[in-house]
């Protein structure tokens, strides 16, 4: 049997625009003589579509979509995910399913049993779980038709399995000869190698071929890598999809012979994310061009040169706000950058707003002395003027702080957290350094300025972040290990770091969350990011006291 891939963007919420990309891989599959096309989990909604299917129209266009493409559907046969609707009294009145259409019809579906519901996921509150699911017959093959999360239940593989059932193996024992599973699989940094395993885990186990087709593409904070891949019955690779980018992966499953797994590394693949992910929100959301401060450090370094590459040096504007206290080093450096990558750039100085601020507050503050209020006061004239060419030019402004400083506040409400997307919030200052290196492979961008110069907010006289944090190389790990990986006090200490400081920086941590509640939406590289995926209340009291 020939089976095409389809491994597509679709935008949440755009119904129309989803089929019409459906019916243009569907001819593209037909071209290529396919027997059956399979398209991603809820790809006729876009995924997540989240609070969307608590209207009711919603779902019902998208059943009406799946009933009109049914009926246009000849050659190749189709696999289609959308929300169904749940006849059943007294439960969730909705289903995440596959539609299987074949001869301008609907001859089967099937419905998600396991419904995740930690970090991004969300689904057991709006859906039911499918309680039995059965193979479905074509061409004198069984097909084990399943959806994303059904194929999780690897505990080998998988220890952190929240499930009791295992979907894949219930098919198995059904007569299922080949395994589908549809899939809208979010990205985060080693998820490519864990899917694999988990598949190579079914095949081993149960003998049978197993294709995998996940989403692309970026939809707010979540991004999803593709990599959408076969495996024959003996745990060959028949084929694999890039990442990160739309493809038609045709799977003969007739043929024997063995593709190598490829796979690139974790810090291109962060590049590679972030690049899709900014491209698909700015896109999505009606932007054509972005606009950012560029202070002359790392991080605004860093996320122009992306920019650059997600949307092309035309439609990236970069300024330069310099105030009192900016090194003229500072200020060459964003030149340098803006000349080195071919963006316009524009200063607009601050120091006389800043003057003219402290004028206007100067009674207010009597004979108090000049503190932080003074330095976010800069910050927050700077993300004034952002807004500002924003609503002016019809920008959209990226703010350009990473993970180390959000997760401890490091950051000005109202300031430099202004703007419509956090493209490196999930990303790690040491990381940051890490992707610059990466984004001047080939050609210098960034200048070597930004990477060995001490960092600095530059908002009074000789300030470096060092003053108000420990080492990045220490908060980072510290950082991972409480946020990413759950560990307390004590387990972080045994890591050998000194308690007073693990005591300070997780409480540092749980203070910030009224500013990371306010902040632009991230794009998530990491299995655990600031957002939806970590949901913490900002009034609480301090229980390890």
């Known amino acids: 049997m020939k089976i095409a891939l389809a491994q597509i963007n679709p935008t949440v919420g755009d119904i129309s625009g989803n089929v019409r990309k459906i019916r243009e891989w569907i001819d593209k599959a037909a071209q290529q003589k396919a027997d059956l096309v399979v398209f991603p989990e809820l790809s006729i909604t876009g995924y997540p579509p989240r609070d969307l299917v608590e209207q009711s129209h919603f779902v019902k266009r998208n059943r009406q979509a799946v009933q009109e493409l049914a009926q246009v559907i000849t050659q190749p046969a189709v696999i289609v995910g959308y929300v169904d609707t749940n006849p059943s009294p007294g439960e969730k009145r909705l289903f995440n399913a596959a539609a299987f259409l074949s001869e301008g019809k609907i001859v089967a579906v099937r419905h998600k049993c396991l419904l995740p519901a930690y970090d991004v996921f969300d689904e057991s509150r709006h859906f039911a779980p499918g309680l039995s699911n059965e193979p479905v017959p074509f061409q004198g093959q069984r097909i084990g038709l399943h959806i994303c999360e059904d194929m999780w239940h690897v505990p080998e593989v998988w220890p952190e399995t929240p499930y009791r059932q295992d979907p894949v193996a219930h098919l198995a024992k059904r007569g299922a000869d080949i395994f589908i599973n549809i899939s809208s699989s979010p990205f985060h940094c080693g998820k490519t190698r864990l899917r694999l395993d988990l598949v190579r885990h079914h095949v081993a186990k149960h003998k049978k071929p197993f294709l995998f087709v996940n989403q692309v593409g970026g939809n707010d904070e979540v991004l999803f890598d593709g990599h959408s891949f076969a495996l024959g019955s003996e745990g060959h690779l028949y084929a694999q999809a890039k990442g990160f980018a739309e493809e038609l992966l045709v799977v003969d499953t007739e043929t024997k012979g063995s593709a190598e797994w490829v796979e690139t ?18 896109r999505k959301c009606g932007f054509k061009k972005v606009v950012l401060g560029l202070s002359g450090g790392i991080d605004s370094a860093v996320t122009a040169v992306l920019a650059v590459d997600a949307l092309g040096k035309q439609n990236v504007l970069g300024v330069s706000m310099p105030s009192p206290f900016s090194s003229n080093g500072s200020i060459s450096d964003s030149q340098k950058l803006s000349k080195n990558i071919g963006i316009k750039l524009i200063s607009l100085p601050i120091t006389s707003i800043f003057s003219s601020f402290k004028g206007a507050l100067k009674k207010a503050f009597g004979t108090r002395k ?17 807004m500002a060419l924003s609503n002016k030019f019809g920008m959209l402004v990226l703010t350009t702080g990473n993970k180390s400083e959000l997760s401890m506040g490091y950051c000005t409400l109202y300031g430099d957290m202004n703007g419509g997307l956090a ?42 972040d060092q003053d108000s944090l420990p ?17 307390d006090v004590e387990e972080i200490t045994a890591m050998g770091y ?14 910030a969350e009224y500013k990371r509640r306010q902040a632009a939406p991230g794009l998530r590289i990491s299995h655990k990011a600031f957002g939806m995926g970590r949901r913490m209340p900002i009034a609480r009291g301090d229980f390890r006291a």
Not at 438 to 459: D, M, Q, W, Y
Not at 477 to 487: L, N, P, Q, S
């Open 423 to 464: 493209v490196i919030s999930d990303v790690p200052k040491t990381m940051v350094y890490k992707l610059g290196r990466l984004l001047n492979e080939g050609h210098v961008r960034i200048p070597e300025a930004c990477f060995t110069k001490p960092p600095s907010a530059e908002l009074r006289p000789h300030q470096t």
């Open 471 to 487: 080492p990045y190389e220490i908060l980072d790990a510290i950082m991972e290990a409480y946020i990413e990986d759950g560990k």
């Open 370 to 386: 000049p503190d932080v209020t003074e330095e976010n006061l800069q910050a927050r004239i700077r993300g004034t003027l952002l």
């Open 265 to 282: 590394s974790n810090i291109q693949q962060v590049r590679d994310a972030l690049v899709m992910g900014l491209r698909d929100y700015t």
């Open 498 to 511: 000194p308690k007073l400081l693990v005591e300070k920086i997780l409480a540092t941590i749980d203070r």
